[in-house]
């Protein structure tokens, strides 16, 4: 078996940096989107359908593989999806009803709020 190739540090600092950036300019569209609109709850739909869409060209082209899932497996995943899509749309709430840096707090607690349902709702 092949060694597995090392990543630099300096690596892992660029792109901690370029998730750090993109996730800003991320939150400064949603205020923009959010001041337009006043849609709050629209927006963050159309974000998951997005979504929902690349995911499906990306199995149908083969580019991803495609997940094999039995029923009890999607029944196992609705909860959960649930919960992130709640999640995502208040972080997307958040943001229009705040300022970014609330809207930073926010998303800040999603994994909290993600260990609370685990732990509420065990696989």
């Given amino acids: 078996m092949a060694a597995a190739k090392e990543?630099?540090?300096l690596q892992l600092a660029l792109l901690v940096l370029l998730w750090y950036a993109?996730?800003?300019?991320?939150?400064?569209?949603?205020?923009?989107?959010s001041k337009m609109l006043h849609a709050h709850w629209f927006i963050a739909c159309a974000q998951l359908v997005v979504g929902m869409?690349?995911?499906?060209i990306l199995w149908?082209?083969?580019?991803?593989?495609?997940?094999n899932l039995s029923t009890a497996d999607l029944v196992a995943c609705v909860p959960i999806g649930l919960c992130a899509c709640f999640a995502h749309a208040f972080s997307v709430l958040a943001m229009g009803m705040g300022a970014v840096s609330f809207a930073q707090i926010?998303?800040?607690c999603e994994p909290v709020?993600?260990?609370?349902?685990g732990l509420l709702l065990p696989p």
Avoid: D, E, M, Q
């Fill in 53 to 56: 869409i690349t995911s499906f």
């Fill in 7 to 9: 990543k630099s540090p």
């Fill in 60 to 67: 149908g082209t083969k580019l991803r593989k495609t997940p």
């Fill in 106 to 108: 926010v998303k800040a």
């Fill in 113 to 117: 709020f993600a260990a609370v349902i």
């Fill in 22 to 33: 993109g996730n800003t300019f991320y939150n400064i569209y949603n205020k923009k989107a």
